[in-house]
């Protein structure tokens, strides 16, 4: 939730960020002890805050015309799919283009990235990493290709909400990914499912 209500106020405040991975999520201290930092009480709240760091890929704008960009930022396995493919955006040779579209990468990538980062955050692993890096473009571009496969639902523990929160926030066209209003709103949401349900985890859900 800490990460995601960066990102609502980072997009509101026009920056971008391109790379939220758990390289760049750092945990900032709040006013707490050395035992409440290191022995945190079940109920109490955490002693600690998530923060981002890292802007090294970032964008700034100060109109929607200014929040697209044409040069591919951001860590391999964390990219959207239209980052994955911006080479292809802008060239006014396809047959397939549209003057009328607004091409490029804007802040929608960063919804995508929430949720690679969701799932690397609790398995330690990147949600889309493949030895083979055709095979890992096919996957992430392609329609029909299965986005959160069995083997993945597996190592978040078959958990229906954690699976409908990454299916929520991975869906391949932009246009049609959900604000960071509304996925800030469903991060709420999760933790709040998360602590009702009675499976054991190993991770504190907050």
Not at 34 to 55: N, R, T
Not at 63 to 71: N, V
Not at 186 to 191: E, G, K, P, Q, R
Request: with cysteine; hydrophobic share 40%.
């Amino acid at each position: 939730v800490d990460v995601a209500a960066a990102v609502y106020v980072m997009h509101r405040g026009g920056v971008t960020h391109f790379d939220l991975k758990a390289d760049n999520v750092m945990l900032a201290r709040r006013d707490s002890s050395d035992e409440e930092l290191f022995s945190p009480a079940p109920d109490a709240p955490l002693p600690f805050q998530a923060v981002l760091g890292d802007f090294g890929e970032s964008t700034v704008w100060a109109s929607e015309d200014e929040a697209y960009t044409l040069r591919n930022r951001g860590t391999e396995f964390i990219k959207a799919p239209e980052m994955l493919t911006i080479a292809f955006a802008g060239r006014k040779k396809q047959d397939s283009y549209d003057r009328r579209r607004q091409e490029g990468v804007g802040c929608e990538a960063d919804v995508w990235s929430l949720g690679c980062l969701l799932f690397e955050i609790i398995t330690g692993e990147y949600l889309f990493y493949d030895d083979d890096w055709i095979r890992f473009f096919i996957r992430v571009t392609s329609e029909g290709q299965e986005l959160l496969a069995p083997e993945k639902r597996a190592q978040i523990g078959n958990n229906a909400a954690l699976a409908s929160f990454l299916e929520l926030v991975l869906v391949r066209d932009p246009r049609k990914r959900p604000t960071i209003e509304f996925v800030l709103s469903a991060a709420h949401d999760l933790v709040e499912q998360l602590e009702n349900n009675e499976q054991v985890w190993d991770f504190d859900v907050r």
